[in-house]
């Protein structure tokens, strides 16, 4: 699985959350209570708004716009029929937090190898 640098650590002193831009997806590198870190999709499967606009921290996001409610930790879709956020991989080498290029789901999904 590949990585690539995402934030500092530091630029977390002040803040539970950044969004970058990953292989033309917003992506959510959020810090939890604890002090880890790991990177969900942040555009609403609805219409695509950024996730973490109105985000104080916490477990859940609510879309700015209709109010779609999704776990965080899951990227499941708490109040609609909806497909999971894809959730990212992340590591901290020294300082700098690095986050998977591809989302959990689409790496598994890489292994497969045809049988023929
Ligand atoms: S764009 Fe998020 S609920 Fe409509």
């Known amino acids: 699985m590949d990585f690539v640098k995402a934030a500092n650590i530091d630029e977390f002193?002040?803040?539970n959350h950044k969004v970058i831009k990953l292989v033309g997806r917003?992506?959510?590198i959020i810090k939890?209570?604890?002090?880890s870190f790991f990177g969900i999709e942040v555009s609403c499967k609805h219409q695509?708004?950024?996730?973490?606009?109105d985000y104080r921290g916490g477990m859940v996001a609510i879309c700015p716009r209709h109010q779609w409610k999704y776990d965080l930790e899951s990227g499941e879709c708490l109040n609609h029929d909806s497909l999971p956020l894809r959730r990212y991989k992340t590591k901290i080498e020294g300082?700098?937090?690095l986050v998977s290029l591809l989302p959990i789901e689409d790496e598994a999904s890489s292994d497969y190898e045809p049988l023929f």
């Open 48 to 53: 695509g708004a950024d996730l973490l606009t």
């Open 32 to 35: 939890r209570d604890d002090g």
């Open 26 to 28: 917003l992506v959510g």
């Open 13 to 15: 002193s002040d803040k």
């Open 95 to 97: 300082s700098d937090i």
